[in-house]
């Protein structure tokens, strides 16, 4: 199912030490007329499913209108959330449920302590009304939880907990490093990420509903991301046409070739041939490094891949004690390689 | 049987969540149990999170709905009864 990302709004009713930095805490809401230039075009590029996510997308202020406006041009939606609007909006979203394939809750530790020293204190327990309601009202939902040192014990344990609660899935995923993370030290080294990875696909084995990781896990695929598939079309809340929405913003906006263009300056159409056009041209340039000889081990975690082609993490640099740090691109290398 | 002072302490491992139609789920944290409760019990639930006694709760719903108090009393000794077995509640000493 192709799908295109929105990022409503950059702003958030948490602020939690694992986002990242300087994203979630304006005032920026996508506009209106952004969202009926998607509507009315995205069908005709193969997409029919609309995800979400923010900031928090249900603080967006015609959030509930969004959706109707959704449901009534045929599409079907979800959207990831933190859960603590959710008992306040959930009478709005049921009229539009059949059209809602599921709501998948931002659940960053299995116990309450973990989750709320990451996002805040209450933030779990508005997370477990919100999956109440779900229940009661057969809302799909699932779990996110992205990985951090203080969490990582957890693994399993959010295995049990989905399972138990209801969820129809687990999601699991890299930290993206910011200097928050690298302060805290909550990002986790290669080879611990090559760790949790391995437990996360044991717990496949034992659990029934579907465990799964977001992209950014090891893998030796070069193009294993549904973006580069074309399978997936990203818009930040500015309306930009990005590459990922993990890329969007990341690293206080210092990169941003990631931008393919603005949806309030050409056609969706135009927005699309473009991120054709930029795909092909990151596919030959990442077959050409890897050709090239010194395409390293940490290469095969396709997001820190990313994150060095657009020049999101070249901060990390001054975080020598960051297990990443020493595995920035050199920019000089990279002209060599890349240019 | 229990008595007319009697309190009831609710365990903090369960969350409460209200609904639009004045009913509510309860999930228990330690069993990942949720259960639900109709409007009689979501006020017998909010009674019992102030410090009210069996017998200080069977007066305010029978002042809030017309039913006899056998009944009242009869309503809230089943469903605290439930409660205890369900490990929501404990029975506080008198």
Known sequence: ?339 | MLGRNQKVKLDSNVVLTELENKEAVLLHLGTKMYYSLNETGLRIWQMLSLGLTLGEISERLQDEFDVTPAKVQESVNCLIGELITEKLVEVVDE
């Not at chain 1, 979400?52 to 202020?61: A, L, M, R, S, W």
């Not at chain 1, 990002?187 to 391995?198: C, I």
């Not at chain 1, 990781?213 to 193009?223: K, V, W």
């Not at chain 1, 975080?319 to 050199?330: A, E, G, L, M, T």
Request: aromatic share 12%; net charge neutral; hydrophobic share 35%.
């Open chain 1, 1 to 339: 199912m192709a799908r295109i990302v929105i990022e409503l709004t950059n702003r958030c009713n948490l602020s939690c030490t694992h986002c990242f930095d300087g994203r979630h805490s304006a005032d920026g809401d996508l506009k209106i007329e952004i969202i009926e230039k998607i509507l009315a075009s995205a069908k005709a590029h193969g997409f029919d499913y609309l995800a979400f996510t923010g900031g928090d997308p249900t603080v967006h202020p015609r959030f509930i209108e969004i959706l109707k406006m959704v449901y009534e041009a045929g599409y079907n939606f979800g959207f990831v959330t933190n859960g603590q609007n959710f008992t306040k909006i959930y009478g709005n979203i049921l009229p539009l449920r059949d059209r809602l394939t599921g709501v998948t809750f931002s659940l960053d530790g299995a116990k309450e302590d973990t989750h709320d020293r990451l996002r805040g204190k209450g933030s779990y327990s508005r997370v477990m009304k919100a999956v109440s309601v779900c229940v009661v009202k057969d809302i799909p939902f699932t779990f996110n939880m992205v990985i951090t040192s203080q969490n990582r014990p957890e693994v399993g344990e959010m295995a049990e907990l989905a399972t138990k609660l209801g969820s129809r899935g687990l999601r699991f995923g890299h930290l993206m490093p910011t200097p928050l993370t690298t302060v805290q030290n909550l990002d986790l080294s290669p080879e611990e990420r090559r760790e949790v990875e391995s437990t996360i696909w044991r717990l496949r084995e034992y659990y029934p509903i579907p465990i799964v990781m977001a992209p950014g896990y090891y893998i030796t695929d070069l193009f294993p991301c549904a973006p580069l598939q074309m399978q997936e079309f990203n818009i930040d809340w500015r309306g930009n046409v990005t590459r990922c929405c993990h890329l969007s913003s990341h690293g206080g906006d210092v990169g941003n070739e990631d931008i393919i263009g603005n949806l309030a300056e050409m056609p969706f159409s135009e927005a699309y041939e473009r991120l054709v056009e930029s795909n092909r041209e990151f596919h030959r340039r990442k077959l050409e490094h890897r050709a090239g000889g010194n395409f390293k081990d940490s290469h095969y975690f396709p997001c820190w891949y990313c994150e060095n082609y657009f020049k999101k993490v070249d901060w990390l640099k001054k975080f020598p004690n960051n297990p990443w740090s020493s595995r920035v691109w050199n920019n000089l290398n990279l002209k060599r390689v890349l240019g």
